[in-house]
């Protein structure tokens, strides 16, 4: 086996997605997966998505809840890339024959419709920038055992990102009190958790202020168009086959998708 390093990781981690099948922690042979490597080994996987002729749609950002936090054991906001491959249209199933062990979380989404380019940016000049906000789902899907992982190992894996499901209703953010909104999550009509926008960050302009700086110290500013999730408003929830899970949205609309 050649060293550790970014392409093995990359070729590691894609593998690993390719053939359904989760592994290890990286950083218990490679100790030397720091943060900002870790970033390098998630921007030359998505580099390769690129060169399979997968285009960046936006991004993402995780861990931004004390629930998701609490859940994960890690206490540290982090951002990764999404995809067109990763788009789930609503109404769709969850496709669970083409994942590991998808789960489920709620998420405010946004639609920017001008540039974001850190440092400096705030929560007031994040929102300026966005066109439309949506009640949204992430599917994550861990190519890690257990979903067990380190910083390091969760930023390497692009964040365990899958699937991502927009909502159709888009509201201006003027129109709506965002760290007010509230979302229940249901499986199967029971409600399982519940939170307000002001979960992520305390509002999720707060972190979608937190990606655009993060990304700007790497060079990279959030384009106009560019879809940006801010975060799961509560732990996820395991998705099989048959269960609905559902997301009730305040002001933003309804969302629903089944395991199958
Ligand atoms: C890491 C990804 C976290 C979120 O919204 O907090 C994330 C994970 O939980 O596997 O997407
Ligand atoms: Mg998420």
């Excluded at 990606?211 to 879809?227: D, F, H, Q, S, T």
């Excluded at 999730?229 to 933003?252: I, K, P």
């Amino acid at each position: 086996m050649t060293e550790w390093g970014i392409e093995r990781a990359v070729t590691e981690l894609l593998d690993r997605e390719a053939t359904r099948r989760v592994g290890g922690r990286i950083t218990t042979e490679w100790p030397g997966l720091d943060l900002a490597t870790a970033y390098d080994v998630q921007d030359a996987l998505v580099r390769r998505k690129v060169d399979a002729g997968e285009s960046v749609v936006g991004v993402k950002l995780g861990l931004t809840s004390r629930a998701k936090q609490e859940r994960m054991g890690i206490d540290s906001p982090l951002t990764a890339w999404l995809t067109d491959a990763m788009v789930l249209p609503a109404g769709e199933p969850v496709p669970l024959g083409e994942l590991i062990h998808p789960r489920v979380e709620p998420e405010i989404v946004f639609v920017l419709g001008e540039q974001l380019r850190g440092p400096g940016v705030t929560a007031a000049t994040a929102l300026a920038a966005v066109r439309s906000v949506h009640a949204g789902f992430e599917v994550i899907d861990s190519r890690y055992r257990d979903f067990s992982f380190a910083l390091p190992d969760v930023v390497a894996d692009n964040a365990s990102s899958a699937r991502f499901v927009v909502g159709a209703k888009g509201l201006p953010p003027s129109a709506i009190d965002l760290g007010l909104e509230a979302c229940l999550l249901g499986v199967d009509g029971k409600v399982v958790a519940s939170a307000t926008g002001a979960a992520v960050q305390g509002h999720p302009a707060e972190a979608l202020a937190l990606a655009a700086n993060a990304l700007g110290r790497r060079g990279v500013a959030l384009e106009p168009g560019w879809i940006v999730l801010t975060g799961g408003l509560t732990d996820a929830v395991f998705v099989e086959r048959g269960q609905e899970v559902t997301a009730d949205f305040t002001s933003l609309g309804s969302l629903s998708v089944t395991g199958r």
